[in-house]
């Protein structure tokens, strides 16, 4: 695997609960991202999919298994990682230059050349301007292109995102949407994309990876052959391809969120007849 490819071979993760039961959140899951590829994990909740971006970040360790990054084991934090979390994770207290350029100080820079850093992706992501504001004078797409710049920025060898756009309103998740193209297409990091919309899958990555319902295995692999660049991921939903991607991958899909429906209605209905 070259710089940059992402492994799974094998993983399965478990948690001790807090009544002391054995959980399995993956189990036997195998899947390969290659150098530069963009890969969207889909599945029911509580399938495990930010699971696998925990592992690939290393801040878990698989309990069976090996995750492996430019072809070396994860056992410690990945270095040329970044991570995208659903809510952002910017600084309070710091203005939006300063909460971008934060991630070249840890590494070292001067803080004027990190600054100077940040003003450029700050005009790539269209917030030139902003620079002294703080996140809580942003609507929640500008602080999503604010996380963006900050990860990308760092210009990782691997971009982790568990649904960034999830809280977002339809027309700026459709915005953020193709500025992510926009911008990973400069720089085209590995990325694995968690998320539970399979329209924004398939419009963005190269490859689809179906989740079963807990404890998560991999139900199918999918490779979307749109072309690329993409362009407006508002107007590729209409493309005929695209419609037979998204029948073909919903297939394999529906059956796993009945099955994690099923479960979770069967423990409500336990839970309400059980003994206060």
Same mark, same amino acid.
């Given at each position: 695997? &070259? %710089? $940059?490819?992402?492994?799974?071979?094998?993983? =399965?993760? #478990? !948690?001790?609960?807090?009544?002391?039961?054995?959980? /399995?959140?993956?189990?036997?899951?195998?899947?390969?991202?290659?150098?530069?590829?963009?890969?969207?994990?889909?599945?029911?909740?509580?399938?495990?999919?930010?699971?696998?971006?925990?592992? &690939? %970040? $290393?801040?878990?360790?698989?309990?069976?298994? =090996?995750? #492996? !990054?430019?072809?070396?084991?994860?056992?410690?934090? /990945?270095?040329?990682?970044?991570?995208?979390?659903?809510?952002?994770?910017?600084?309070?207290?710091?203005?939006?230059?300063?909460?971008?350029?934060?991630?070249?100080?840890?590494?070292?820079?001067?803080?004027?050349?990190?600054?100077?850093?940040?003003?450029?992706?700050?005009?790539?992501?269209?917030?030139?301007?902003?620079?002294?504001?703080?996140?809580?004078?942003?609507?929640?797409?500008?602080?999503?292109?604010?996380?963006?710049?900050?990860?990308?920025?760092?210009?990782?060898?691997?971009?982790?995102?568990?649904?960034?756009?999830?809280?977002?309103?339809?027309?700026?998740?459709?915005?953020?949407?193709?500025?992510?193209?926009?911008?990973?297409?400069?720089?085209?990091?590995?990325?694995?994309?968690?998320?539970?919309?399979?329209?924004?899958?398939?419009?963005?990555?190269?490859?689809?990876?179906?989740?079963?319902?807990?404890?998560?295995?991999?139900?199918?692999?999918?490779?979307?052959?749109?072309?690329?660049?993409?362009?407006?991921?508002?107007?590729?939903?209409?493309?005929?391809?695209?419609?037979?991607?998204?029948?073909?991958?919903?297939?394999?899909?529906?059956?796993?969120?009945?099955?994690?429906?099923?479960?979770?209605?069967?423990?409500?209905?336990?839970?309400?007849?059980?003994?206060?």
């Amino acid at each position: 695997m &070259a %710089a $940059g490819g992402i492994e799974f071979i094998n993983v =399965t993760r #478990r !948690f001790v609960s807090p009544k002391g039961e054995v959980l /399995t959140a993956i189990k036997n899951v195998t899947f390969t991202v290659e150098p530069g590829e963009f890969c969207a994990v889909v599945g029911p909740t509580g399938c495990g999919k930010s699971t696998t971006l925990t592992l &690939a %970040a $290393g801040l878990d360790q698989p309990s069976a298994g =090996t995750v #492996r !990054f430019s072809d070396k084991v994860v056992n410690g934090i /990945t270095k040329d990682a970044s991570f995208v979390f659903q809510t952002d994770a910017l600084l309070p207290w710091k203005s939006v230059l300063s909460n971008v350029a934060l991630g070249q100080i840890f590494r070292g820079r001067s803080k004027s050349e990190a600054q100077r850093m940040a003003q450029d992706w700050l005009h790539v992501v269209g917030l030139a301007g902003f620079e002294n504001h703080y996140p809580h004078q942003l609507s929640g797409g500008m602080r999503k292109r604010v996380a963006l710049a900050a990860a990308l920025m760092n210009q990782p060898k691997m971009l982790l995102m568990d649904e960034p756009f999830s809280a977002l309103d339809v027309q700026t998740r459709a915005i953020m949407s193709n500025e992510l193209l926009s911008m990973w297409e400069k720089t085209k990091p590995s990325v694995l994309f968690v998320t539970h919309d399979l329209e924004e899958a398939i419009a963005l990555a190269d490859k689809v990876v179906v989740i079963t319902a807990g404890p998560g295995t991999v139900k199918a692999i999918f490779k979307v052959d749109l072309p690329r660049p993409r362009g407006s991921v508002q107007d590729i939903r209409f493309e005929p391809r695209f419609l037979k991607l998204y029948q073909q991958i919903w297939e394999a899909l529906r059956e796993e969120v009945s099955r994690a429906y099923e479960r979770t209605s069967t423990i409500a209905t336990a839970n309400m007849g059980a003994p206060a």
